[in-house]
C-alpha cells in the first residue's frame, strides 16, 4: 500500500536561513506522481509542485527548490533564504497510477519562520 | 469566486445532530473528493466520487456518508456526529485524467462536534 512519511513535525528556523523539509514515500506502482502543499495559517492548501516518476531533474522556482531521489524513495524540498511569508504547514503527497488521482498525505511539516 | 467553495466555513455543532457539509465546483471535473485533516495525521480520504453515478468509499468512511448531486455538486454527511469527528474538511476536485490530474481544493469547513 502506498504511504508517504515527513517525519519532520515542526522545524524552527531564523529568516534567511535555508531549510529542507523531508518526504519519503512507499508505492508499489512504477507510475506516480508527488506533490507538494502549502497549507498557510488562513488554512486553504496551496499547490506548489507536482513530479511525475519518470522525471529525477531537480526542479527550482525562485527560493523553492525540490530534489527527488527514486534511489532512496525521498522528494525533498528545500527553502532558501526563508522569510516569515514561507510560516506555514507542508504537506508532500502521492498518487499512484493504480489509485487514479486519490492522494495520499503525509503527516505534514510545521515550519516556523522567525524574525 | 472560487473555483471550488464549501458551505459552511466553520460549524459547531452537538453530538449526535445530523450534518450536511456542502461542497459545489465551476471547475467542470468529473471528480470530487472528501478528505479530513486531523493534526499529525495529514489529509486522509473520506469518499471520492469519479462521476454522477460512481461513489467510492475512502479509507475512513465509516461514520460518513455522501451525495453527488449533480456534477458540480458533492456533500458529505455525518449521520450522528461524534467529538472524534471534530476536524478540518476539505472538498477537492480533479480532471478525469487519471494519476495525472491536479486536485483543486476548497477552502475548507472547520467542523467542532461538542
Known amino acids: 500500500a502506498q504511504k508517504v512519511t515527513q517525519a519532520q513535525t515542526e522545524i524552527s528556523v531564523v529568516e534567511k536561513e535555508d531549510v529542507t523539509l523531508d518526504c519519503v514515500y512507499e508505492?508499489?506502482?512504477?507510475?506516480?506522481?508527488l506533490f507538494w502543499y502549502k497549507q498557510p495559517p488562513s488554512g486553504e492548501l496551496v499547490f506548489l509542485i507536482r513530479r511525475n516518476s519518470f522525471d529525477e531533474q531537480n526542479e527550482i522556482s525562485g527560493r523553492y527548490s525540490w530534489n527527488f531521489q527514486k534511489s532512496t524513495s525521498s522528494f525533498n524540498f528545500t527553502i532558501t533564504a526563508s522569510q516569515v511569508v514561507d510560516s506555514a504547514v507542508y504537506f508532500c503527497a502521492l498518487s499512484e497510477e493504480t489509485s487514479g488521482s486519490r492522494l495520499t498525505f503525509g503527516e505534514g511539516t510545521q515550519l516556523t519562520v522567525n524574525p | 469566486d472560487a473555483d471550488v467553495t464549501q458551505t459552511p466555513r466553520n460549524r459547531i455543532t452537538k453530538t449526535g445532530k445530523r450534518i450536511m457539509l456542502e461542497c459545489s465546483q465551476t471547475k467542470g471535473h468529473d471528480r470530487m473528493y472528501w478528505y479530513r485533516q486531523d493534526p499529525g495525521l495529514g489529509l486522509r480520504l473520506i469518499y471520492y466520487?469519479?462521476?454522477?453515478?460512481?461513489?467510492n468509499k475512502g479509507e475512513i468512511s465509516d461514520g460518513y456518508s455522501v451525495s453527488r448531486q449533480a456534477q458540480a455538486k458533492f456533500s458529505l454527511s455525518l449521520e450522528s456526529a461524534i467529538p472524534n469527528q471534530t476536524a478540518l474538511y476539505f472538498c477537492?476536485?480533479?480532471?478525469?485524467?487519471?494519476?495525472?490530474?491536479?486536485?483543486?481544493f476548497g477552502q475548507g469547513t472547520r467542523l467542532t462536534v461538542v
Open positions: 466520487s469519479f462521476d454522477v453515478k460512481d461513489i
Open positions: 477537492a476536485t480533479s480532471e478525469g485524467t487519471g494519476y495525472l490530474a491536479e486536485a483543486f
Open positions: 508505492t508499489r506502482d512504477t507510475t506516480y506522481y
